[in-house]
């Protein structure tokens, strides 16, 4: 029996007279681990930001844990709580040290102790491997180092949803890897994930659906074999084969 | 052996640099020697001036300075300095204007528990700090109760208060009240709430696009217009008022500046692991916001500290107004040169102050290694 987390119902959405999701369904199941590709300006950003409500859609329906996402703030607030995300740029706080970035929700939203909350934040720092830089503030990290904090930063708030819109991209090639090894072991924990990224390493390792998008909509959904083998339509042969052998 | 070797480096070091620096070419050492030239005219002229052949308290006759025909330079025309009697014998009116001399240690007092009042908002590092904080916010109900009266304390109405009573006052309450309000007014400004959006626009627009001296003229004189019958600010309140909302537009206008420099990718990351708008403006966006404003807001606070002195064209009596008012007196006018210099100082000091505190901010406040 599977529990479904997230469910799209006729997602539509505009930037102005910018259609950028086009009757978006989609369900999640948990643990679920679903990887989204596609050309940029296809929508994948925007869809993933439309599940924790950084960008509200306009028409259809997006339920989270039950929980419908409308303009009511509540709904809001208590799905980010469960929904973890990471950025392609990082976005750690500048101005708070490794540990305070990590414990700041924890003691902010669930109202957690300090002490706790740091246990907590350096129990998250040694799983993503850099507990030794808890006291130093992000700039003075590698942008693989800052990614990790970054996905520990969510972790702490306990979420059993994640989601990653293109963690890699803004990260120099010899950096990826690390990123992408915590990502794997997040997996492995049965971690629900929405992964928005172009490795395709690293989805044909951990997705069991691969989505392709483009335009606005959801061109092609197949587990990973399939669609790398055998891509039904002719966008995503296209596409796959200009990611793949360049 | 080895001293001598080390001297001679560190000689050398001089050496080298004032070499490099200063006479690297003739047109350098031309310059550098021009330069020199007018910096020892106008030092040696100034020092002359101020000091070396200056009158303090007793004339060149040993003579207690109690008018400015005593002073030297009245005496014999051309050969002495500055009088700085006339600070002297004012002493009491440049601090305090014409507070009761019998009071005086009620200004003192808040004076000197000032610093112990702001060390706290200043310094974040300093033992106590907790205390001091509480210090702070009871800190203007004590100088209320201290420099106006109360139980216990005869009244001193403010028309009596002057000097650098009055500056200080207008320019530290009016930055104490602004810089809440200037917060709120930039965060207002960047609301998606349309009618809290334009009533601050109105404000900052409204009070930028007027000159200090008019908000002061008019709060002078329409501020009781607005008020039921029977309720009268005096002068310094009403100063008071037009000075904040002053300070408070320009204020905002600088903090809005560090709002805008926020990366959106902050508040995004903030809210996706559930803060409210409140906890992310508290958190995450004011702290950098002020961190980088810090120029522009300590700019702004000089500013309105030498605006004070503006009070004095609707009849206070701050440094400046009590600095005119002894030069209008027979027994000392005409000693320009020593008021004004020494109103210059006293602003100067605080100014620079102001300045060197900003600098100090910044650096603290540097997180990268860039």
Known sequence: MTEQVIQLEKVNKWYDDFHVLKDIDLSVEKGQRIVICGPSGSGKSTMIRCINRLEAHQEGKIVVHGTELTNDLKNIDLIRKNVGMVFQQFNLFPHLSVLDNISLAPIWVKKMPKKEAEEIAMSYLEKVKIPEQAEKFPGQLSGGQQQRVAIARSLAMNPDIMLFDEPTSALDPEMIKEVLDVMIQLAEEGMTMLVVTHEMGFAKTVADQMIFMDEGRIVEQAKPEEFFNNPKSDRTKLFLSQILNH | ?370
Not at chain 2, 48 to 56: T, Y
Not at chain 2, 184 to 200: D, F
Not at chain 2, 291 to 318: E, H, Q, R, Y
Request: aromatic share 16%; glycine share 8%.
């Open chain 2, 1 to 370: 052996m080895s001293t001598s070797i080390a001297n001679n480096l560190s000689h050398n070091k001089y050496y080298i640099w004032i070499v490099k620096n200063l006479f690297s070419s003739w047109v350098n050492s031309l310059f550098t020697i021009i330069a020199l030239i007018f910096i020892y005219e106008v030092g040696s002229f100034f020092l002359n001036w101020a000091i070396f052949e200056a009158d303090f308290r007793y004339n060149f006759q040993g003579e207690l300075i109690t008018d400015r025909i005593l002073c030297s330079k009245n005496i014999v025309p051309g050969e002495y300095g500055a009088c700085w009697a006339i600070i002297y014998v004012r002493w009491d009116q440049f601090m305090y204007g014409f507070y009761p001399v019998e009071e005086l240690w009620r200004v003192n007092l808040t004076f000197a528990l000032l610093p112990l009042a702001i060390i706290g908002v200043l310094f974040d590092k300093i033992p106590f700090r907790r205390y001091f904080i509480y210090f702070t916010f009871a800190y203007p109900f004590i100088a209320y109760f201290m420099l106006y009266g109360g139980p216990g304390l005869s009244t001193v109405g403010t028309n009596k208060w002057g000097g650098l009573l009055v500056t200080l006052f207008l320019g530290v309450t009016g930055i104490a009240l602004a810089f809440p309000l200037s917060i709120l007014l930039a965060l207002g400004r960047r609301s998606k709430l349309p009618i809290i959006k334009s009533i601050c626009v109105v404000f900052i627009e409204f009070i930028r696009g007027v000159p200090l001296i008019t908000l002061l003229f008019t709060a002078n004189v329409m501020l009781p217009l607005f008020l039921p019958d029977g309720v009268n600010p005096d002068n310094l309140l009403r100063a008071l008022v037009a000075v904040t909302l002053f300070q408070a537009a320009y204020m905002a206008e600088a903090i809005r500046g560090g709002l805008q420099a926020i990366p959106r990718g902050q508040v995004e990351a903030a809210q996706s692991m559930g803060l409210t708008y409140w906890q992310t403006t508290r958190k995450i966006v004011l702290p950098q916001a002020l961190k980088i404003a810090i120029p522009p807001i300590v700019n702004t606070c000089i500013g309105l500290f030498k605006d004070t002195s503006l009070v004095l064209i609707i009849g206070l009596f701050d440094l400046l107004g009590i600095g005119r008012a002894a030069l209008s007196d027979m027994t000392w006018t005409k000693l320009y040169y020593e008021v004004y210099v020494f109103i210059s100082l006293v602003f100067f000091i605080f100014c620079f102050g102001m300045s060197r505190y900003s600098l100090y901010l910044e650096k603290k406040l540097k997180t990268d290694n860039s």
